[in-house]
């Protein structure tokens, strides 16, 4: 997995431990959801240029589920992550590119 759970909690501005497992499980489900957004070829997240900007998206799409962790209320509240979906966008033109073979690691 591109993300680290230390360097995530470090983003996030969170010191102990007893979130630890709550913030893994945040970088789990995001990074399933933006390899199910993207393709799910192992070889096209190995790109140096992907990796970053997949890591990036993944720590944007976890720190949404923890800032903004399920809560009963009576208003429904939608975030929407702009910045991980901006860069899901781009990751998909790169998946399509690298799939018809226009895309190397040195691009």
């Known amino acids: 997995m ?3 759970l230390d360097e995530f909690k470090n983003l996030m501005r969170v010191d ?3 979130d630890n ?5 945040y970088l789990n489900v995001a990074e399933n959801f933006v390899h199910s957004a993207i393709g799910a070829e192992n070889a096209f997240y190995a790109l140096e ?3 970053k900007l997949v890591t990036t998206a993944i720590y944007a799409l976890a720190g949404s589920y923890y800032t903004y ?3 009963i209320s009576e208003i ?3 975030p929407v992550d702009a910045t991980m979906n901006s ?3 781009q990751l998909r033109g790169q998946y399509d590119l690298w799939r ?3 895309l190397d690691a040195e691009d």
Do not use: F, P, W, Y
């Open 76 to 78: 429904t509240i939608a």
């Open 16 to 18: 102990g431990d007893e």
């Open 69 to 71: 962790r399920i809560s």
């Open 2 to 4: 591109a993300t680290e």
């Open 21 to 25: 497992a709550l913030m893994q499980m």
């Open 100 to 102: 018809e073979g226009d």
């Open 87 to 89: 860069i899901i966008g």
């Open 49 to 51: 240029v992907v990796d």
